[in-house]
């Protein structure tokens, strides 16, 4: 049986940086992203493997995978919200009413 956990929707509402990492170098504000784990062994008999992220843009179908020591550094270019707040925090920021 495979098991994948699976993050919550989240919701671009800022870029701090520009990146060229695959798939988030495209990212615009207001893109839908997720994150999928496979719940699997990650070593092997002659030392321990990386794990590796499946991250979806939603908004634009594009998928690309990182390991857990890579996406800390490229999501720290990004303000990511839970769909629910995305609105209230991009109007706040913007001073839109």
């Keep these: ?15 701090l940086k520009k990146t060229k990492a ?3 170098e495209d990212i615009e504000v207001g893109d839908s992203l ?3 784990v496979p719940i699997d062994y990650a ?6 493997y990386a794990t590796y992220i499946e991250c979806c843009n939603v908004s634009k ?10 996406l800390p550094q490229i999501l720290s270019y990004f ?3 839970g769909n629910l707040k995305w609105r209230e925090t991009y109007h706040k920021r913007h001073r839109i009413m």
């Excluded at 049986?1 to 870029?15: A, C, G, L, N, Q």
């Excluded at 070593?43 to 321990?48: P, S």
């Design 1 to 15: 049986m495979k098991i994948t956990m699976s993050s919550k929707e989240y919701i671009v509402s800022d870029i």
């Design 22 to 24: 695959q798939m988030f």
């Design 34 to 36: 997720m994150f999928s």
């Design 43 to 48: 070593g092997g008999n002659r030392g321990t």
């Design 61 to 70: 179908g594009n998928v690309t995978h990182k390991s857990f020591n890579e």
């Design 79 to 81: 303000v990511l919200v």
